[in-house]
């Protein structure tokens, strides 16, 4: 009998995933709201927003009628020379959004297909603006360990270069320079000892650095670590007195997810750029932005007289801005401009701290930790990822741990009962697990 998994895993790559009998692999064929509805019927509450992205839910009717008004319009058309109303539209959301006391923190939008172009894009755009000062030797990048930017080549260098995902690249990507972490949990009190590893980079190396580029707050796809706001304070602080752009990747924790809309935010601290991607259009189709301050764009344009690029930046995908994409990102804005957005949030943090804070004591895990829309259980080892998950299936709830990480982080829109049904799927795992 014709088997479509079968098809999938003779034909498909999937994500970091080997190719093989044991893995498993789900068939979705519908998803509404917070749930998830599998080719056999079965339905799952979603915890994993489809890895950050789908805030408001899935088959959103404002998100849908967005695409198909477009579609109707332009679905497509080259940025190069042409432009269209939702780009320009999308520009200034985001730049009002991304707003301090009415003063606009970012003064241009670059628009790509991805998170991880939108990290090359700022990579790019640092290393270009110092060639633009006459400082070329200035090309390197600084960051901290346990992070993770992405799957591209410049991405990939300043993810965690040992614990990360790209290991076996080590020697062909670009060397970067990697700090320590600073010390992270849910509730920890400042040290000003936290900062000494970043900043011995820093005093060291300035010179070569163009830019240090951080995930504010909280490290995603490499640990799920809360971290200080007082160490980006610092940071900027330091940045400022050596001489360096800083470039926040808030690519997972932008539009809410850890509380407030951006996390440089709750950190009151400004970066020179910003990638923004993910939830941008609501998890409903690739869209990035690279958003740069006045500083970077005029550092950039004042290569014209004789600079190598001419004082333009030097990048263009085939798909920029890309309408469709654009008009669903201005409905998913007009969503979070709602903000509906924030009482959800606090609620889900609330409530995950109340069911999940009692698997602390359990002699398997290491930590609970809470954040916004995000809840985290480190277990002390590895989970079986080949039984955890159909298990998990099983129990009617989509949860994709990785290493000793089983979390969640929901779509905003979730219900209470939703939500709790994925905290006792977790308890469940965990209990048959001792
Ligand atoms: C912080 C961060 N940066 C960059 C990326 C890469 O984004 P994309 O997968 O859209 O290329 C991710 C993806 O998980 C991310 O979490």
Same mark, same amino acid.
């Given at each position: 009998?014709?088997?479509?998994?079968?098809?999938?895993?003779?034909?498909?790559?999937?994500?970091?995933? *080997?190719?093989?009998? %044991?893995?498993?692999?789900?068939?979705? %064929?519908?998803?509404?709201?917070?749930?998830?509805?599998?080719?056999?019927?079965?339905?799952? =509450?979603?915890?994993?927003?489809?890895?950050?992205?789908?805030?408001?839910?899935?088959?959103?009717?404002?998100? *849908?009628?967005?695409?198909?008004?477009?579609?109707?319009?332009?679905?497509?058309?080259?940025?190069?020379?042409?432009?269209?109303?939702?780009? =320009?539209?999308?520009?200034?959301?985001?730049? @009002?959004?991304?707003?301090?006391?009415?003063?606009?923190?970012?003064?241009?939008?670059?628009?790509?297909?991805?998170?991880?172009?939108?990290?090359?894009?700022?990579?790019?755009?640092?290393?270009?603006?110092?060639?633009?000062?006459?400082?070329?030797?200035?090309?390197?990048?600084?960051?901290?360990?346990?992070?993770?930017?992405?799957?591209?080549?410049?991405?990939?260098?300043?993810?965690?270069?040992?614990?990360?995902?790209?290991?076996?690249?080590?020697?062909?990507?670009?060397?970067?320079?990697?700090?320590?972490?600073?010390?992270?949990?849910?509730?920890?009190?400042?040290?000003?000892?936290?900062?000494?590893?970043?900043?011995?980079?820093?005093?060291?190396?300035?010179?070569?650095?163009?830019?240090?580029?951080?995930?504010?707050?909280?490290?995603?796809?490499?640990?799920?670590?809360?971290?200080?706001?007082?160490?980006?304070?610092?940071?900027?602080?330091?940045?400022?007195?050596?001489?360096?752009?800083? =470039?926040? %990747?808030? =690519?997972?924790?932008?539009?809410?997810?850890?509380?407030?809309?951006?996390?440089?935010?709750?950190?009151?601290?400004?970066?020179?750029?910003?990638?923004?991607?993910?939830?941008?259009?609501?998890?409903?189709?690739?869209?990035?932005?690279?958003?740069?301050?006045?500083?970077?764009?005029?550092?950039?344009?004042?290569?014209?007289?004789?600079?190598?690029?001419?004082?333009?930046?030097?990048?263009?995908?085939?798909?920029?801005?890309?309408?469709?994409?654009?008009?669903?990102?201005?409905?998913?804005?007009?969503?979070?401009?709602?903000?509906?957005?924030?009482?959800?949030?606090?609620?889900?943090?609330?409530?995950?701290?109340?069911?999940?804070?009692?698997?602390?004591? @359990?002699?398997?895990?290491?930590?609970?930790?809470?954040?916004?829309?995000?809840?985290?259980?480190?277990?002390?080892?590895?989970?079986?990822?080949?039984?955890?998950?159909?298990?998990?299936?099983?129990?009617?709830?989509?949860?994709?741990?990785?290493?000793?990480?089983?979390?969640?982080?929901?779509?905003?829109?979730?219900?209470?009962?939703?939500?709790?049904?994925?905290?006792?799927?977790?308890?469940?795992?965990?209990?048959?697990?001792?």
């Amino acid at each position: 009998m014709h088997s479509p998994l079968l098809d999938d895993q003779l034909n498909i790559w999937h994500p970091y995933t *080997n190719i093989s009998k %044991d893995n498993p692999l789900f068939l979705v %064929d519908s998803a509404s709201g917070g749930e998830l509805t599998l080719s056999n019927g079965k339905k799952l =509450i979603d915890g994993m927003s489809s890895w950050w992205a789908v805030i408001h839910g899935y088959n959103h009717p404002d998100l *849908n009628q967005a695409a198909k008004s477009q579609i109707d319009k332009v679905s497509h058309v080259m940025f190069g020379s042409l432009t269209h109303e939702p780009a =320009i539209k999308l520009a200034q959301n985001l730049l @009002n959004l991304t707003s301090t006391n009415n003063q606009q923190d970012f003064d241009r939008v670059f628009f790509s297909d991805s998170g991880s172009v939108s990290v090359e894009v700022a990579i790019k755009m640092a290393i270009q603006y110092w060639f633009a000062q006459g400082h070329p030797e200035k090309s390197k990048l600084l960051t901290i360990r346990n992070g993770y930017h992405g799957d591209t080549f410049a991405a990939m260098s300043v993810t965690d270069p040992d614990n990360g995902m790209h290991s076996m690249f080590k020697g062909i990507l670009a060397e970067q320079y990697f700090a320590e972490i600073p010390v992270y949990g849910s509730d920890i009190e400042w040290k000003d000892e936290y900062i000494h590893s970043i900043k011995t980079q820093i005093e060291k190396h300035h010179t070569t650095i163009a830019a240090v580029i951080l995930e504010p707050l909280v490290q995603g796809a490499g640990g799920m670590k809360f971290y200080h706001p007082e160490y980006l304070r610092q940071i900027r602080q330091l940045c400022d007195e050596h001489n360096l752009l800083l =470039i926040f %990747d808030e =690519i997972a924790t932008g539009f809410g997810r850890t509380g407030s809309l951006f996390a440089y935010q709750a950190a009151q601290t400004i970066p020179d750029i910003l990638c923004l991607g993910k939830a941008l259009t609501g998890g409903y189709m690739t869209l990035a932005a690279t958003l740069a301050n006045k500083k970077v764009v005029s550092g950039i344009h004042a290569d014209s007289k004789g600079g190598k690029a001419g004082g333009v930046l030097m990048h263009g995908p085939t798909f920029m801005a890309n309408p469709l994409a654009c008009a669903v990102a201005n409905q998913s804005l007009e969503l979070l401009k709602e903000n509906q957005w924030q009482t959800q949030v606090k609620a889900i943090k609330h409530q995950m701290l109340t069911e999940l804070s009692a698997l602390s004591s @359990n002699k398997l895990v290491e930590e609970v930790r809470v954040k916004g829309a995000i809840g985290v259980v480190e277990m002390k080892e590895s989970v079986d990822f080949n039984w955890i998950v159909p298990r998990f299936v099983e129990l009617g709830v989509w949860i994709r741990p990785f290493d000793k990480l089983i979390y969640i982080m929901p779509p905003y829109i979730i219900k209470p009962e939703q939500l709790s049904k994925l905290t006792q799927a977790i308890h469940q795992v965990i209990s048959e697990m001792s």
